[in-house]
């Protein structure tokens, strides 16, 4: 079968710095993906990983280790508008389909 | 350039009634994706297609559901005889393929009385 495990929900206060940990075992890996979701709004991109190490976007890093089957999204400075839910997905075969975790929601405070 | 379109945005139906579901890709884009998503939960995969290959079917909860996809274009996600558990958004996203990010639409929610 497939999981991606990532925490429910995590809480931080504008300014600070959040780690969204994902953690899979999935039958075929081609690559890990994050996405934000707002409330009521489709998924849109953030990042992608497909080789070990850290990528980084701005206030937005990723991090992969595929034989840890481990993967983070760190979210720098954090903002009020960066309140929202953050998926982990896995590419599970050479055609890009993905696999979603649960979702972490992050909830930024003042 | 003009994103995924999803039609309706909203669905009511009644328990046993059929529904269909439409999606334009962004033009270009090869590969077609239905996912569902349940208040509070994560996105369940449904189907897939790519190209001109036979469509992945392997997330479709049962034969109550099919989908299409004309010309390599536009898809249909049709469900049959609609049971309250079918109540969600469904979500369709469009990629270029392998290691392409995907682009959702804004969904359609469809509520089963």
């Known amino acids: 079968g497939q999981n991606i495990d990532q925490p429910t929900e995590m809480t931080a206060t504008e300014g600070a710095i959040v780690q969204i940990n994902c953690t899979y075992q999935t039958s075929g890996f081609n690559g890990l993906f994050w996405y934000q979701q707002h409330a009521g709004e489709a998924p849109t991109f953030l990042s992608y990983?497909?080789?070990?190490g850290l990528e980084e976007k701005g206030r937005f890093s990723s991090f992969l280790s595929r034989s840890k089957g481990y993967s983070y999204l760190l979210l720098k400075e954090l903002q009020m508008k960066d309140s929202a839910s953050y998926l982990c997905a896995v590419s599970t075969d050479s055609w890009g389909k993905l696999q979603f975790g649960a979702g972490t929601q992050v909830v930024v405070t003042p | 350039g003009a994103g995924v379109s999803q039609s309706p945005s909203n669905k009511v139906t009644e328990k046993g009634k059929d529904v269909e579901l439409r999606c334009d890709p962004i033009s270009g884009h090869t590969a077609l994706y239905w996912y569902r998503q349940s208040l509070g939960q994560g996105l369940e995969f449904l189907i897939y297609f790519q190209g001109n290959s036979a469509p992945d079917k392997s997330g479709l909860p049962s034969d109550r559901f099919s989908a299409e996809r004309t010309g390599g274009s536009v898809s249909t996600l049709t469900i049959q005889r609609t049971q309250q558990e079918d109540s969600a958004v469904y979500l369709c996203?469009?990629?270029?393929?392998?290691?392409?990010?995907?682009?959702f639409g804004n969904g359609t929610r469809l509520t089963v009385t």
């Open positions: 990983n497909v080789l070990d």
């Open positions: 996203a469009s990629s270029l393929g392998h290691a392409s990010p995907l682009h």
